[in-house]
């Protein structure tokens, strides 16, 4: 077993209230995992358990090999060799920055002390600063100390919540990569919490989905966006739409795009009502296309326009151009498809409740 952590059918309560359900996820040394979710859906509530401030109703976490947490165990944060990174940065102001990053190594010889005050301020890019005072840096260099103070003690794991909603866009775009290679130059495995979907494809090596205190769905940043296993997954990752289509054979449904052939084996059997994602740029903007519908909306995007086009039939697919193809609302757009990787998931109806119903009938193509 190679595991470095290891979080085991976890549950969290709060009194009464159970918050977090189940959970289980396990990282390597040196990987980076993430929890994303919606605001109230448990994520620090389950990154409070692995720091030790809550305690385990059931399950387990345990670190290179030993047990944290359980419902007889719960190892004191101070014994669990954990370092914490926050959204409020709480550097302390009356200390020099040098003071701030020896803090919870206040025990080491004092060339030991500022060796790692050296080493750390060169890997987070900040040398020369030790004798300044916190307020004399910027946010992100903040940030960035705060982050050397959590790495002086060389933590097991890094656990940083929210670490980056406090900057501003721009900031947190070249920040949170800078922050992936410290953590891997140094080869700590780090859990983050963020409910910015674009920060944790930049940091995470893992990343769980969470809903109302469940992990819908652990993966890498590219399954998660490609092969969602839920609705509220590819709802809440990425950009899309659901329509329905209806499984012809093993590589193909139809809808009403028209037939489309997957590049892999499909899960259901033929005649099975389905819901295909369809992801903006699934659906391209062709003069001639085979396919067209009216524009509904429209963004600007900067590089490109995203559009929602309705189909005869009423279903709504996004579609992506470049920004010279500027169309209005209510115009006629050509469109083709352009997909051959197909997410599909059960059809569920509303009336009956009945998930993944086979029917004898086709869907009709519709091309306007
Ligand atoms: P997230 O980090 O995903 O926003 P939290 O873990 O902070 O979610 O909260 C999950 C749920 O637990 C929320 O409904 C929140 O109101 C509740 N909660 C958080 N802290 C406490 C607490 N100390 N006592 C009772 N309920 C709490």
């Not at 700590?188 to 920060?199: F, K, N, W």
């Not at 009502?273 to 963004?299: A, C, T, Y």
């Amino acid at each position: 077993m190679n595991e470095h952590l290891n979080l085991s059918d976890v549950t969290l309560a709060y009194g009464q209230t159970e918050i977090v359900h189940n959970v289980s996820l396990s990282l390597k040394k040196g990987e980076i995992g993430c929890l994303l979710g919606p605001s109230g859906c448990g994520k620090s509530t389950l990154l409070r358990a692995i720091a030790g401030f809550e305690p385990a109703k059931s399950g387990s976490i345990t670190m290179k090999g030993l047990c944290l947490s359980s419902s007889e165990v719960n190892v004191p944060t101070e014994k669990r060799n954990i370092g914490m990174v926050f959204q409020d940065i709480a550097l302390f102001p009356h200390m020099t920055i040098a003071e701030n990053i020896i803090f919870g190594i206040k025990k080491w010889s004092s060339s030991e002390k500022k060796e790692r005050v050296q080493e750390l301020l060169q890997l987070v890019g900040l040398p020369g600063v030790e004798q300044r005072y916190p307020h004399s840096l910027s946010g992100g260099q903040q940030q960035r100390i705060a982050l050397a103070r959590a790495l002086a003690p060389k933590p097991d794991l890094l656990l940083m919540d929210e670490p980056f909603s406090g900057l501003d866009a721009n900031l947190r775009e070249t920040l949170v990569p800078e922050v992936r290679d410290i953590l891997k130059q140094e080869g700590i495995s780090a859990i983050l919490v963020t409910h910015d979907q674009m920060e944790a494809f930049s940091m995470a090596d893992k990343i769980a989905v969470m809903q109302d205190g469940v992990i819908q769905q652990w993966g890498t940043a590219f399954n998660i966006y490609h092969e969602p296993n839920t609705r509220f997954v590819a709802d809440f990752i990425g950009l899309g739409e659901f329509m329905r289509a209806r499984v012809l054979d093993e590589y193909s449904v139809e809808c009403a795009l028209g037939y489309i052939k997957g590049d892999e084996p499909i899960n259901y059997p033929p005649g099975t009502e389905v819901e295909m994602l369809i992801r903006p740029d699934d659906i391209q903007h062709s003069e001639d296309g085979p396919l067209s519908g009216v524009i509904v909306s429209k963004w600007f995007r900067g590089s490109h326009y995203l559009y929602q086009v309705k189909l005869v039939n009423g279903e709504v697919v996004p579609c992506i151009t470049a920004c010279h193809h500027d169309h209005d609302v209510g115009e006629l757009l050509g469109i083709s498809v352009q997909l051959d990787h197909l997410v599909l998931l059960p059809f569920c109806d509303a009336e009956s409740g009945v998930c993944g119903m086979q029917t004898a009938d086709v869907v009709p193509a519709q091309a306007v």
